[in-house]
Nanobody, 116 residues
């Protein structure tokens, strides 16, 4: 069965960095675009970044442009989200999901808290 398992979240000070990972299994990873979303308390889930199958095409939400980088390693069935210059407003649960625009499977999420 399809599984997406995120890791790498935690508590970080403003201005710090984290790298999230999402390991996929149960499907041919290289055939699918992948995306990262986030959901803060009391807010709707929102798209953070997405990446096409080979990693050559990426797209970012305006609020993370220049700070976050999405990448993937098809040999390891893993998609990453490198987050730099973190701000308190980046605090949320971060989810990876299969697909570029249509999403059928989601991970359980990893908590990112940015606080001093």
């Amino acid at each position: 069965q399809v599984q997406l398992v995120e890791s790498g979240g935690g508590l970080v000070q403003p201005g710090g960095s984290l790298r999230l990972s999402c390991v996929a299994s149960g499907f041919t990873f290289s055939n699918y675009g992948m995306s990262w979303y986030r959901q803060a308390p009391g807010k709707e889930r929102e798209l953070v970044a997405r990446i096409m199958t080979t990693g050559g095409i990426t797209k970012y939400a305006d609020f993370v442009k220049g700070r976050f980088t999405i990448s993937r390693d098809n040999a390891k069935n893993t998609v990453y989200l490198q987050m730099n210059s973190l701000k308190p407003e980046d605090t949320a649960v971060y989810y990876c999901t299969r697909g570029w625009s249509r999403h059928d499977y989601w991970g359980q999420g990893t908590q990112v808290t940015v606080s001093s």
